[in-house]
């Protein structure tokens, strides 16, 4: 053990100071620390699942950062546990401490007004220590009423807070219901859809009354919560029927993201979504909102594969730079490809639209849940039971570190009238970043429809007549002809290099154009 | 390379490491000076030729098809199909240009070992270049685009994942799935090598002894040199996205069989050939080769050359052995039976001078000369020595993992990279491929069939895995080695295996399970449940595999079927070692364990096995009552499941509010609501199981201050508001009624029955004075003679209201209510 202490120390100094390598690796920028990460007993979808023997099965669905420091995480199991030392590098000190049990698969975990709040299968609940011994005596329903046929998709997802101080939290469709769960459904007469009730919609809770508040619905898989910068709520939907590839929403009140079946619930009292007589089905997205007023685009798509193949959670870079140079924009889980994915998000015509860029692979398992520490560095909770991941892990946890180095990497893309703006984190070489030739850039869109998924479809190459670069060698406006609103815009910068030569760590960017802004005039 | 933190030690490493590889590399040149082996490479002639099982006859027919010599000079005989080349419509997009014209223009320079012939051997250096030029201009329209890989919540498919391969990983791939079962280790790689001690005392005792000696200890198989098969330097030939494609699935391009796919999926192969091809910048690993090259109709000379390379293709026979886009006949030479190997111009005489060229060593002409002769006289050259599923395995290298009949089997300097996976020690038999000595006889052809067809691995424990093998000559394998096993164990006289007419079905699954959980259990997993740290064959599936006779010999005899194993006989000298089951009748037993196999599924898993799961997954309340939320039958979707230390446990619907069920006994296992992605009901364990959901249908508050008064208000929607726990664990379930919190506590009785106390108390102080509580019962529950606040049912259900009450019965239900005040307190009891 010592003699990996000590190496560790050597392999740290290594990876801070090392400048000598042309460094190409994430590793240099972002390393992983493995908090807890046993190697996988059995294959992570088999009917015997079963945790590593002897240990604490740590598929963590929910983090929160505790006043003191420590770190709660609830776990799928039905546990929330207390971890102190898990900042320590090595992580070689840390301890677990069960708080509360007996919860049906929590999937997220917040401390707030003195108590853990989380959203069991069932109920929001709000779990507290009332007599002080450090052990949960109270389970207190917060908040319930949703419906449960008992069909495993029904996950349930949060509660997250928004800037506003809302309390929020996410409802997953059932699929294929059928026998004895039918019998806890309810259906729209109009459109007949059948799901139980509220399935498919993101909820506000008030907690004062204990009462669920339906804001927005049509979601397929809710797995992951988060606010921006501005406090606005966002949530991940995962590709599926109705749902064309990965993708980030904007939640709020009577918006429509894009699963029907949500719609079973659209006659219920307080519903704030009405009217919607027929869903179009098999034909491009762009035209199907146009048929269909209620529906609004999603703010990113996540191409398949290209960035990711099951997006989950959504946390804010909020630490002022503690974190690297993307502060203020927003990381998100990927399960499959055990990763995590960067977004930045702008507001054309008052709605967010925006990129996203890999950022970092290699991960243990599956990331189901990203939480900030105070210092900047995120915790990664993993778990990929029921589905398949990259990783050697079943479950875990990580924490990525900024090793303080800045990575050369597009740090903003943002829309413009005739092309985009690519801001770097480093200053480019001139010479590659204003040859239109060290850039392609191609645009497509899917379809919406009932079956699994959508191929990228009216797929086009684009041309850029000119790159230019900035004064400062921070950002290069593109110009672009032929740019599509509703279709994304694959970016690749492979030919544009820093001003010390190296490539971009990440060339690829992918903007989801729903709105093309309007020409600035000067007065403006 | 990636890596994660810890994985930085790489780095440290390198430095120490390359000191080594310099060290390497002089050496390494010091013995290239010496004249390179060049012969081509026959892993079966190379390893066993001039030994007493492959005379030379029967060694020179293997090079006849190894080398592809019948693909031009045929023959009639069944077994001497050529294994000919790589597939090559897509050749334009897998390979380099630069490597094929050099492969081409010298194939056994640039490829040591190839068993392609030098067809341009007969050509001046000037024509030579020329047919190079013109045949790689015809291979590079032989392009097809890489296929896209379907990704799927079951396969992760990173974007690009060929120039995200990891060489660290890849590389314990290849030294540890079996890739170095024919191909050269990496002398640097040390990593898992635990065995190596016991495979360097093999070495040495080997070493030590005479050939005759050597013999008589039957050490022959393991004492013969296994020298490698060649792949030439890779990174000259591929681009690493033509290497892990191949390497997904090496059958679609070489269907011969002879390199059998190990289906990697998309981020293995991506490892294994960042691996072999260096660990290279990704500038390098994203350089693809052109997909589809485009070729300009008008530039006719390209057109010309392009046409030419096609006709050289089919002039110099490469169509006789290589696939193409276009159909292009075979240019055949004389048959083989034809053949003059005196003449001048034959290729075992005089190469120097002959268009065709292998760089031929002397054996391998020596074998070839006998070879053909015997097939001129129509001698059977396999007759005395080797059956023919003995040959087709000599073909596709079985022996190179497997043993059959004290043949083949892993080379001693090989041995040491299979280990067992979490290094448990199970002897041989949880490191390396089973010996395949009877297989015929153990195996159903169907299985064995699916096993070559890379399905169906029984021994997940190996880190070596079965590669598929999937091709035309093994096609008949599974009936071959059907036939041939099954006459020896006929010699035997085996005992048929046959029912037991005098035991019905389910004593036989019976006596079976016991049996089974008296020895079996021990070092057998059954569908895929085991005892823990067990590591073995899971023998659940073993109906469906074997056949019974064998079932029958092996279990009776273990080391007679399979030398050497560590499974122990049950029945020392015939008789069984357990007199308890079945009178101790040995037939009788193992009839019994056969029946018991087929029938896991009704007949349960072995006891020590339950056991042991209800350890890590059944709840035992010990000192204080266990609390789980999950679905049930009884109580729904909202249940909340508590279980006593006394042994009595109850279901709680939380969303009607109303108790659902209860039982005594074992609680419940969880590892359904825990680990089971499907999230099947949780079903209680024990016994005395009664649904009360009939039984308490109901509660409500009544307001108003005369029950006669027209205005009261009837409230009967309960609110849940969670539950908290007592200082010894004990929950209380709260919720709201028409302006009132109603707690419900449960607890065992001392006499094992279930009490409830009801507390009513208003929000408001002033609430509940002229109100009243209400509890409905259904209507099955009937209220005694003798005391009118206790009810029972047909189920044996007794319900008892201590204390007062106003009760009225009808035929729909019974009702009792209660007047409120500050505060109300009701106890009942179950009893059942």
């Known amino acids: ?524 | 390379m990636r890596r994660q933190w810890n994985g930085g030690m790489n780095r440290v490493a390198t430095a120490a490491q390359f000191f080594f590889f310099g060290l390497c590399i002089q050496w390494s040149s010091v013995e290239s000076a010496v004249a390179e082996n060049i012969e081509p490479f026959v892993a079966g002639f190379d390893r066993f030729a001039e030994s007493r099982r492959l005379p030379n006859e029967a060694a020179g027919k293997l090079l006849l098809t190894e080398l592809s010599c019948t693909a031009c000079h045929l023959s009639t005989e069944n077994d001497t199909a050529p294994k000919r080349g790589p597939d090559l419509k897509a050749v334009g997009s897998r390979v380099q240009v630069e490597w094929l014209k050099r492969f081409l223009a010298a194939p056994h320079d640039v490829k040591p070992g190839t068993t392609m012939p030098d067809v341009l051997h007969g050509l001046q250096t000037d024509e030579r270049g020329n047919v190079v030029e013109s045949i790689v201009a015809f291979l590079k329209t032989q392009t097809e685009p890489f296929a896209e890989i379907k990704a799927t919540g079951a396969n992760p498919v990173p974007h690009e994942f060929w120039i995200k391969g990891q060489s660290d990983v890849g590389q314990k791939l290849f030294h540890t799935i079996g890739c170095v079962a024919c191909h050269e280790p990496d002398p640097e790689y040390t990593e898992g090598q635990s065995a190596s001690g016991q495979d360097q005392s093999l070495l040495k005792l080997i070493e030590g002894l005479t050939s005759e000696e050597i013999e008589e200890l039957g050490l022959s198989h393991l004492a013969q040199t296994v020298n490698s098969v060649p792949f030439g330097k890779l990174d000259d030939k591929y681009s690493h996205q033509s290497l892990t494609y191949f390497l997904m699935d090496t059958l679609k391009v070489r269907p011969s069989g002879r390199m059998p796919s190990f289906d990697l999926k998309a981020t293995e192969a991506a490892d294994v050939a960042a691996y072999l091809l260096g660990d290279q910048p990704r500038e390098i690993r994203m350089k693809s080769l052109p997909e589809v090259e485009s070729v300009e109709l008008e530039d006719e000379k390209l057109q010309a050359q392009i046409e030419q390379g096609r006709e050289h293709f089919a002039q110099f026979g490469c169509a006789n052995c290589h696939h193409v886009k276009e159909v292009i006949e075979p240019r055949l030479g004389p048959a083989l039976t034809e053949l003059d190997f005196n003449a001048n111009e034959s290729c075992l005489n005089s190469p120097k001078s002959n268009e065709v060229f292998f760089p031929l060593s002397d054996r391998q002409v020596n074998a070839l000369r006998d070879g053909i002769q015997s097939e001129k006289e129509s001698q059977d050259a396999l007759s005395d020595t080797l059956t023919e599923a003995d040959w087709a395995m000599l073909q596709l290298n079985c022996f190179a993992c497997h043993e059959r009949n004290e043949l083949g089997g892993m080379g001693p300097s090989r041995r040491g990279f299979f280990e067992t996976v979490g290094n448990v020690d199970i002897g041989d038999e949880g490191k390396l491929p089973p010996p395949l000595t009877h297989v015929g006889a153990k195996l159903k052809t169907k299985w064995i069939e699916s096993v070559l067809n890379g399905e169906n691995s029984v021994r997940p424990y190996l880190t070596i895995q079965m590669p598929r093998f999937q091709s035309e000559a093994c096609a008949s394998l599974p009936k071959m080695l059907a036939s041939e096993d099954e006459l020896a164990q006929s010699e035997n006289s085996p005992e048929k295996g046959t029912d037991k007419p005098e035991f019905t079905a389910k004593q036989l699954q019976s006596a079976g399970r016991k049996l089974f959980n008296t020895g079996c259990v021990q070092c057998h997993p059954l569908q895929s449940e085991s005892l823990p740290s067990v590591v073995g064959v899971d023998l659940a599936s073993v109906t469906d595999r074997v056949h019974r006779d064998w079932f029958d010999k092996f279990i009776l005899n273990p080391i007679a079927l399979k030398k050497r194993t560590r499974m122990p006989s049950f029945f020392p000298n015939g008789v069984s070692s357990n007199q308890d089951i079945l009178q101790g009748d040995v037939e009788n037993q193992i009839a019994a364990l056969w029946a018991y196999l087929g029938n896991v599924d009704q007949a349960g898993l072995p006891e020590k096995i339950v056991v042991a799961r209800q350890q890590d997954f059944e709840l035992f309340p010990e000192d204080r009552p266990v609390i789980l939320r999950t679905f049930m039958e009884s109580a729904g979707t909202h249940a909340i499941a508590v279980g006593f230390p006394e042994n009595v446990h109850l279901a709680f619907d939380a969303e009607n509010v109303v108790l659902s069920e209860i039982w005594r006994g074992r609680f419940l296992d969880a590892h359904g609501t825990w680990f089971d992605r499907f999230t099947p009901p949780a079903v209680p364990l024990g016994q005395d199981r009664l649904n009360l959901s009939d039984a308490v249908s109901n509660v409500f508050v009544r307001k108003g201050s005369d029950r006669g008064d027209e205005r009261v208000e009837i409230e009967s929607k309960q609110r849940f508001l969670g539950y908290r726990l007592d200082e010894k664990g004990v929950p209380t379930f709260r919720s709201e009624l028409g302006g009132f919190v109603v707690e419900q506590r449960f607890e065992p009785t001392a006499q094992n029955e279930l009490k409830q106390v009801i507390q009513v108390k208003p929000r408001n102080v002033d609430d509940g004075l002229n109100d009243e509580f209400g509890i409905v019962l259904g209507p099955e529950l009937k209220p005694s003679t003798e005391n009118p606040l206790q009810y029972s049912n047909s189920d044996g259900l007794t319900v008892i209201f201590k204390g007062q009450a106003d009760g009225h019965s009808s035929e729909e239900r019974n009702v009792l209510t209660w007047p409120i005040g500050n505060q109300l307190s009701i106890e009942l009891e179950y009893h059942w």
């Open chain 1, 1 to 524: 053990m010592f003699l990996w202490r000590v190496l560790l120390v050597v392999i740290v100094l290594a990876g801070l100071f090392e400048k000598s390598v042309i460094a190409e690796d994430v590793d240099d920028y972002y390393p992983i620390v493995s908090i807890f990460t046993p190697e996988s007993r059995t294959e992570s979808r088999s009917k015997n699942w079963k945790p590593a023997p002897d240990g604490l099965p740590l598929e963590v669905s929910g983090m929160t950062q505790l006043p003191d420091g420590r770190l709660a995480v609830a776990i799928r199991k039905g546990e929330i546990w207390i971890l102190d030392g898990v900042s320590d590098v090595p992580p070689d000190n840390v301890t677990y401490h069960k708080f509360a049990s007996g919860l049906h698969e929590p999937l997220g975990l917040l401390w707030h007004d003195d108590s853990f709040y989380t959203v069991q299968r069932s109920e929001l609940t709000r779990v507290r220590d009332r007599d002080g011994d450090g052990i949960a005596d109270d389970y207190e329903t917060a908040a319930t009423g949703w419906g449960l046929t008992g069909h495993y998709h029904e996950y349930a997802y949060g509660p997250e807070l928004d800037g506003q101080g809302n309390i929020w939290l996410t409802l997953n469709i059932g699929l294929g219901l059928k026998g004895d769960q039918l019998s806890r459904t309810i259906q729209d007469p109009t459109l007949g859809y059948r799901q139980a009730r509220w399935r498919g919609w993101g909820m506000q809770v008030d907690l004062d009354n204990r009462k669920l508040i339906p804001i927005c619905a049509g979601m397929r898989s809710p797995s992951g919560i988060g606010s921006n910068a501005d406090g606005d709520m966002f949530y991940t939907d995962q590709q599926g029927n109705w749902v064309a590839t990965n993708s980030l929403h904007h939640m709020r009140k009577g918006a429509f993201f894009h699963h029907p079946e949500a719609l079973a619930s659209m006659s219920e009292p307080d519903s704030p979504i009405h009217g919607i007589e027929s869903v179009p089905n098999g034909v491009p997205f762009p035209t199907a909102l146009k048929n269909f007023s209620q529906m609004v685009p999603p703010a990113v798509w996540f191409p398949y594969k290209k960035v990711g193949q099951s997006v989950t959670d959504i946390v804010l870079d909020s630490s002022g730079g503690k974190f690297g140079p993307f502060s203020g924009q927003l990381f998100v889980g990927e399960f499959t490809l055990a990763s995590i994915h960067r977004v930045f998000l702008e507001k054309v015509d008052g709605e967010y639209q925006g990129a996203c860029f890999p950022f970092r692979d290699g991960m243990a398992s599956a990331v189901l849940r990203l939480q900030q520490a105070s210092d900047g560095s995120l915790f990664a909770g993993l778990s990929n039971r029921g589905w398949s991941s990259l990783g050697t892990a079943s479950y875990g946890l990580q924490r990525v570190m900024w090793s303080g180095r800045v990575p050369f990497e597009i740090q903003e893309m943002s829309a413009l009238n005739d092309g985009f703006r690519l801001t770097f984190t480093k200053e480019v070489d001139p010479e590659t970043a204003a040859d239109v030739s060290s850039y392609a850039m191609n645009s497509y869109t899917y379809l919406y429809q009932a079956s699994y998924g959508s191929e990228e479809i009216q797929n086009r190459e684009l041309t850029i007549t000119s790159a230019d670069v900035s004064e400062d060698r921070l950002s290069v406006k593109l110009t672009v002809k032929g740019m599509r609103e509703l279709f994304v815009h694959e970016l690749t910068a492979r030919g544009v290099r820093s001003a010390d030569g190296a490539p971009l760590l990440h060339p690829d960017a992918y903007y989801t154009l729903n709105r093309i802004p309007k020409a600035i005039t000067r007065d403006q």
